[in-house]
T-cell receptor, first 110, second 114 residues
Framework: DAGITQSPRYKITETGRQVTLMCHQT?????MFWYRQDLGHGLRLIYY???????DKGEVPDGYVVSRSKTENFPLTLESATRSQTSVYFC?????????FGPGTRLTVT | ELKVEQNPLFLSMQEGKNYTIYCNYS?????LYWYRQDPGKSLESLFV?????AVKQEGRLMASLDTKARLSTLHITAAVHDLSATYFC??????????????FGQGTILTVHP
């Protein structure tokens, strides 16, 4: 199916664990993004990528790592999860005039 | 630091009434997006405004952009219950030939009552 998918959709993990959230898009968009959504903050940009092997920090990158070896995939890794990283994570990809969001991953860090 | 501020943050409306949500931003940009989000769901694109003076309408919603005033509005006409949702504006801060790097407002929670 065409579109943008995220996995897992729900994840519960413990403090200190490493967690990877997956994002896959089928449009071959160059630009991909990771946002987190928290009450009272709207969505905030964590990292973005302009192309395979090109990534850059957004507004709130601390504690996160990204990679992009293939155009269609943009995984986000929490190296050592903390409770403050409990959030809903959205992946997005962009054409020139439109940004498409994935369904989101709800992550709880206990 | 770029700020994107929506006003109001909470809006309770009666069906059939009109109202406007405002989105002010603090840096130069000529590309602004409006999204709708239902509880527990992802973001649905409503409008993409790409130049000063742009106006777009879809059903009971109309969005406009004034880049000189750094202001966008989302006008709701004759509200119906189905419009109840959270509405976000987002400013593209990419610059140059890049695109898609968005800064979001806090969101406006709209509730439409009978």
């Amino acid at each position: 199916d065409a579109g943008i998918t995220q996995s897992p959709r729900y994840k519960i993990t413990e403090t200190g664990r490493q967690v990877t959230l997956m994002c896959h898009q089928t449009w071959s968009h160059s630009y991909m993004f990771w946002y987190r959504q928290d009450l009272g903050h709207g969505l905030r940009l964590i990292y973005y990528s302009a192309a395979a092997d090109i990534t850059d920090k957004g507004e709130v990158p601390d504690g996160y790592v990204v990679s992009r070896s293939k155009t269609e995939n943009f995984p986000l890794t929490l190296e050592s999860a903390t409770r403050s990283q409990t959030s809903v994570y959205f992946c997005a990809s962009s054409s020139v005039h439109e940004q498409y969001f994935g369904p989101g991953t709800r992550l709880t860090v206990t | 630091e770029l700020k994107v501020e929506q006003n109001p943050l909470f809006l309770s409306m009666q069906e059939g009434k009109n109202y406007t949500i405002y989105c002010n931003y603090s840096t130069t940009s000529d590309r602004l997006y409006w999204y709708r989000q239902d509880p527990g769901k992802s973001l649905e694109s409503l409008f993409v405004l790409l130049s000063n003076g742009a106006v777009k309408q879809e059903g009971r919603l109309m969005a406009s952009l004034d880049t000189k005033a750094r202001l966008s509005t989302l006008h709701i006409t004759a509200a119906v219950h189905d419009l109840s949702a959270t509405y976000f504006c987002a400013v593209d801060i990419s610059g140059g030939t890049s695109y898609g790097k968005l800064t979001f407002g806090q969101g406006t929670i709209l509730t439409v009552h009978p």
